[in-house]
């Protein structure tokens, strides 16, 4: 008995649309988010992650609308995020229904961003996104949709960000990202063991196989994907009947 | 039968108040002391800081007349905060006092494992449950908490462990109480909100 994997899907939006594409690249309409929504709930995912990927300001309205008729569809927790620049921010994405806020940019920009969220929802409502690029023999935390290196180091940064209030870190390798050829191992270990906070490995994803590697050698406490599960390349049920056999402790669904 | 949500400020309100309603059952959110007072069933929900939860309580008045319900025999259930803030204390606000229903206080999960405890984990009985009725012996419940009554005592129905052994439902008479979110659980947190439901009628 003890702590589940979780496996989650994420939506990333544009609008009141899903879409995809490869580093933000060739963006592509993948569906409804509330009838995706649904459709994950019930299929056993853990918890569900919503980015409004472009986070205009003017199309703000329509995400948090998106937020709140994906939460109405939803008995397991939501974290959004994508554009969250200051508290005011936050709130409104939690006002709307998520359960979890995610930072990502303004963080680097402003840690202090972590601690004001931190202070008003919690530590556990606080989801610290970081995009990292191999740089040499360490890796580089990349803003602005992974296209800007930010100098920084990204172990130090994760340790710091977790000082700073953060109570998960969600963890995109940028040289994974979109490539299918499996998470991340190395880099997901890395971040795992030099913080206290549980880890969400993003990135790569294709094959059952992918999955089991992320939590056995990577030490990952959750896997997110998105593109494999919109086009059914992977369902989550048999996904997680496949981590179970395979040793993986999972949350089979009814 | 009508559910009286406490909304402080800080709670998840909406997301309880979703939950009861795909179960069909009433629901009326309030910060007054009256509402409490006269009410059939109380839920209160809660995330986020202990002293955000025990300031609101007390800025609001809603300190007595929910002690006072609860004393007399209302239906209560906590979830999360809601668990925490029956004992005396809490180290997470060592400062503050508790509703001080419940004997013992709120401690700090142990380091060692990954805190906050967050996702999904499974109770262990230590005697017959009426909010786990019905409800299968390996069923997951969604945990997002740093702290924890690790107290075992008379009024600990479940516990769940995670660096340490802790309460993650509570029964005592007509107070119940989990750790867990059962509003953001699945099939298995609707079942426990449905017992809810069926006890306080």
Redesign the interface.
């Known amino acids: 008995?003890?702590?589940?994997h979780?496996i989650i899907p994420c939506l990333d939006t544009d609008g009141d649309r899903v879409v995809k594409g490869v580093n933000f690249v060739g963006l592509r309409d993948a569906g409804d988010p509330v009838a995706l929504a649904a459709r994950y709930?019930a299929e056993g995912a853990?918890e569900l992650v919503v980015l409004d990927i472009a986070a205009s300001r003017d199309r703000r309205p329509t995400f948090l609308e998106t937020i709140r008729r994906v939460?109405?569809e939803?008995?397991?927790?939501l974290t959004a995020g994508g554009g969250i620049r200051t508290l005011e921010d936050g709130r409104a994405v939690v006002r709307a229904?998520a359960?979890k806020v995610t930072v990502n940019t303004a963080a680097v920009e402003r840690p202090a961003l972590i601690s004001e969220l931190s202070?008003?929802?919690?530590?556990?409502?606080v989801v610290l996104a970081i995009d990292a690029k191999r740089s040499g023999d360490h890796w580089d935390v990349m803003v602005r949709g992974g296209r800007e290196s930010a100098s920084r180091d990204a172990l130090e940064w994760a340790r710091l960000a977790v000082a700073a209030g953060a109570?998960?870190i969600l963890l995109t390798s940028v040289d994974r990202d979109g490539t299918q050829s499996g998470f991340d191992v190395a880099l997901t270990a890395a971040i795992s063991r030099a913080v206290?906070?549980?880890v969400i490995a993003s990135g790569g994803a294709k094959l059952p196989e992918h999955f089991v590697e992320i939590f056995q050698q990577g030490a990952a406490?959750?896997a997110l994907a998105a593109s494999i599960f919109h086009d059914e390349v992977q369902s989550i049920r048999t996904l997680k009947e496949f981590l179970a056999a395979s040793g993986v402790e999972v949350?089979l669904?009814? | 039968m009508k559910v009286t949500i406490l909304d402080y400020g800080?709670g998840?309100v909406?997301?309880v108040e979703?939950?009861l309603q795909?179960m069909g059952a009433e629901s009326l959110r309030t910060s007054s002391p009256d509402c409490i007072s006269g009410a059939q069933a109380l839920l209160l929900p809660g995330?986020?800081?202990y002293a955000?939860l025990v300031r609101a309580l007390d800025e609001k008045n809603l300190r007595a007349p929910l002690v006072g319900a609860i004393r007399s025999g209302v239906p209560f259930l906590g979830i999360c905060l809601g668990l925490q803030v029956l004992f005396k204390s809490s180290e997470e606000a060592s400062q503050l006092q508790g509703l001080n229903l419940l004997p013992g206080i709120v401690n700090a999960l142990p380091?060692g494992v990954?805190?906050?405890?967050?996702?999904?984990?499974?109770v262990?009985k230590k005697r017959e449950s009426s909010l786990l009725a019905g409800i299968d012996a390996g069923a997951?419940f969604?945990f997002?908490?740093?702290y924890a009554a690790l107290d075992s005592n008379g009024a600990t129905a479940a516990t769940c462990?995670?660096g340490a052994e802790f309460a993650a439902v509570i029964e005592q008479q007509n107070i119940y109480a989990v750790q867990f979110?059962p509003?953001?659980?699945?099939?298995s947190?609707?079942r426990v909100l449905q017992n809810f439901l069926r006890l306080a009628a």
């Open positions: 008995m003890s702590l589940a979780r709930n853990d939460a109405a939803l008995a397991i927790p229904g359960d202070r008003e929802f919690g530590a556990q409502a109570g998960e206290t906070v549980p406490d959750a949350r669904p009814c | 800080a998840n909406p997301s979703r939950a795909r995330v986020g800081h955000a380091p990954k805190l906050p405890h967050m996702g999904w984990n499974q262990k997951y969604y997002a908490h740093s462990s995670h979110h509003e953001k659980s699945g099939d947190g609707a």
